[in-house]
């Protein structure tokens, strides 16, 4: 604290009821009211913050409770406007053991240094040890704060109701005496410096600054004298230390990397002012998720930490029994719970580890204490708004001199200097968390090929900071053993593009169980994407999130080797075939997804040969900055013309090739290999539309199941082939397909010419008909339709090893009698 931060304190004195019972010539200075205006008064008429506490002691608590609180506040200024202040509040004891409290204003603008330095300084300020002393006029002591003594020896009980050259006779006595009798006629401000030892020091001199300043009631009268006596050597160490501190403190925060941001701050803080230093982080911020810990709010179950930093003056850290990454217990009814609770620091200049301390309950610890000669201690919250982010712990072991009050302070403002960039770090964890979270919940977890392809896939989003994009990709099982094949790309990036993703990923599933053909299926969800901007765009609080997407969609037959695809604005596929011949099929483009052009979107049929590679992929794949999409499009050719690799061996290749490209929009590679089945896992007939043909498919179905060793599926089949081929003949008048598909599953598909759709309805006990499709829903895995030219296909899939224990369960066969569709009997 310099010698000009003394003099222009405004000071003013107040009772414990919060009534300013004296002012200075400072304070009028600093905010305008003269002793007049504010003698008398509440102190909220200067201090806004004072307006909710009953007491200046509740007020105080109350400032101590607020995070961070190191003296900063504001103060109202006469023509209303407010000040930053840096404040000091003192607690002064009289004879009678009432209290005043001494308040200790400066205006935050004028502390020298930057501004960061000049908040310290004024934490500084309010937290150094100085000696206060209120004297009357006649310059006897009234009120005293504790620091004083340490300052010149005298006892308070010696101090109070004596002139200071009754208490301390002698020349420096007389020569400040006559000081203050000067401020008490003429009322400025005066700063003395002397000389003098301490109490405790049998060694040189120690320097001191007073400041005195007079006292005046409502009156203007002089009421008294009060000296402020600051420690220059004290001041001025804090100072170098505040110094160093804030060149060092700018390398604090330079990662968004929690861990390393909290072994900075050890490595820090030792050897500067500690011997060694342990940062404890609570767990949910180097993981990014999990509920934050409120200061005060942890109930009987303490925060679980997890070591952070570590730092010595001796070599492998002996000091601490955890590495860094371990948890750290708290340990119970200690310091550190109190820290916890409250969020306030603890110093412990002299760690006392006698029986019956909370050392001594813990063995390992005061052992561990006694061992590195551990003597002095200071556990500091890391917490911003708060939330606690962890716990700094900092100790001396060779320095020999305990830690004060001053340290305390600068290990605050260390720690909270980290604290901010702990926050940035801990903010950017949890959104990148969240982010990959929702990309991990959006993204199929894995690919299902199925029998009829094998699938790989990459994704590498162009906001790797996000990790997020509104890239998607998908392989979904469809019936008769095929599957569809997906590649999709909202415009954008990040989280926005992301949550459209997952609105149009979610519409396609919808659609794709719908068994819709590839032209039609985008038809409808390029409706569905004009519907949602539709409705974005009438939210006035929300930014439009979709606004065009493209999209590659196929569906592959492996019965057939038939791929049928449609395009809406997505580059084609790459095909390779067995033998590494790359072509990219003539793909109708087709208009991008909500742009609302009404064109239709078109279809081809292509027969692949088995193990043909498919790479469904976005542009960002192919297309940068510095290149053109033909350049991409030969590239990705050339990394896939070794068709006999594994496909993850593909997918590196692949994205191996555009490492070194700068990324400019998401990318996204599905890459598939196709299989085929084999004619013996096939079995179709044409039945005639009458009544002779319930009989044949079950005889037919039956002879199947048994060439095939699936006799313990045939009495569920039978059912489902009499159920299935009974509602062709009621409701078709062409002829009648089945077919049996054994691949992963047992496919059952009966083929009519009516289009109507089937959809199961509740029976009624008097009902002949309505509970076929309620019995094949209970002896199949899963069923369905799906339209085709002239009619439709209703399938059911089995279980290959059906358990037997749940055959008794099964519906009776006598309870079959019909299947309901949505027309009319």
Known sequence: MSTYEVSESAIALFDERG????????????????????????????LPSFENAPTMSAFVEQCRAQTGWSGATEVRHQDDHLLDVSLRISILRGRDGTARWLVSMSDAGTLSGDGVNGLVRGSLLTRAPIGVVVRDPQMRGIWVNDAMESHDGISRDRRLGRRLTDALPGVKAEALDAVMRQVLASG????????????????????????????????????????????????????????????AGARLGRTLDVMQTGQELAD?????????????????????????????????????FRRAGLASIRQGVPESAWVRGEPVPVPPASPFTDVLRTGRPHLEPILDTAPGTWIDQNPALAQRIRENGIHSAMVVPIRARRVLLGVALFVRTKDPVPFQEIDLVLAEELVGRAALSLDNARQYTRKQTTALAL??????????????????????????????????????????????????????????AAA???????????????????????????????????????????????????????????????????????????????????TFPDLPTGAPLGIGLGVPF??????????SLLALYTDGLVETRDHGIDVGMRRLGTALAQPDRSLEDLCTRVMESVADQAAC??????????????????????????????????????????????????????????????????????P??????????????????????????????????????????????????????GGKVVWAEQDLAPALEEQPDRASPSRASGMSSNRQE
């Open 19 to 46: 009534t300013v019972v004296a002012w200075t010539q400072a304070a009028e200075r600093l905010v305008g009211y003269s002793a007049q205006d504010v003698v008398g008064r509440s102190a909220a008429l200067v």
């Open 188 to 247: 400025t401000t005066k700063v003395h410096e002397y000389r003098t030892w301490l109490p405790t020091s049998l060694g040189p001199e120690h320097p001191f600054a007073v400041s005195f300043s007079r006292l005046q009631g409502a009156d203007g009268q002089a009421l008294g004298v009060c000296t402020i006596s600051v420690d220059v050597i004290e001041s001025q160490l804090a100072r170098e230390r505040l110094a160093t501190f804030s060149q």
């Open 268 to 304: 820090l803080a030792v050897p500067l002012f500690a011997d060694f230093v342990a940062v404890d982080l609570e767990q949910s911020v180097p993981f990014g998720e999990g509920t934050p810990v409120r200061i005060g709010s942890m109930g009987e179950r303490l925060p679980v």
């Open 439 to 496: 990309q991990r919940n959006l993204l199929p977890h894995h690919l299902r090929g199925g029998s009829a392809v094998e699938a790989a896939s990459r994704y590498l989003p162009a906001e790797l900071d996000d990790g997020v994009g509104g890239d998607w990709f998908d392989v979904i099982p469809l019936s008769g053993a095929r599957v569809a094949l997906v590649v999709g790309d909202v415009v954008g990036h990040g989280i926005n």
């Open 500 to 582: 459209t993703m997952g609105r149009l990923r979610t519409a396609v599933h919808t659609l794709a169980d719908m068994e819709l053909p590839p032209d039609e299926l985008l038809a409808r969800l390029d409706a569905a994407v004009q519907r949602l901007a539709e409705a974005d765009a009438h939210d006035p609080d929300h930014a439009p999130a979709v606004v065009g997407a493209t999209c590659l969609y196929a569906v592959y037959d492996p019965v057939t080797r038939k791929c049928t695809m449609a395009g809406a604005g997505h580059p084609p596929p790459a095909i390779i075939d067995p033998q590494g011949r790359v």
């Open 602 to 611: 078109e279809a081809v049929e292509l027969e692949l040969p088995e193990g």
């Open 665 to 734: 929009d998401d990318v996204t590679l599905l890459l598939v290999r196709t299989r085929s089945l084999s004619p013996t896992q096939v079995a179709s007939w044409t039945l005639p539309s009458d009544q002779t043909a319930v009989h044949r498919a079950r005889d037919l179905a039956a002879g199947q199941l048994a060439d095939w060793g699936l006799e313990g599926l045939e009495d569920s089949t039978n059912l489902i082939v009499s159920e299935l081929v009974t509602n062709a003949v009621r409701h078709s008048a062409g």
């Open 736 to 789: 009648i397909g089945l077919r049996l598909i054994q691949h992963q599953v047992l496919t059952v598909e009966v083929t009519d010419t009516d289009a109507s759709t089937p959809c199961m309805r509740s029976a009624h006990t008097i009902d002949e008909n309505g509970r076929g499709l309620f019995l094949i829903s209970q002896l199949s895995h899963r069923w369905g339709s799906r339209p085709i030219s």
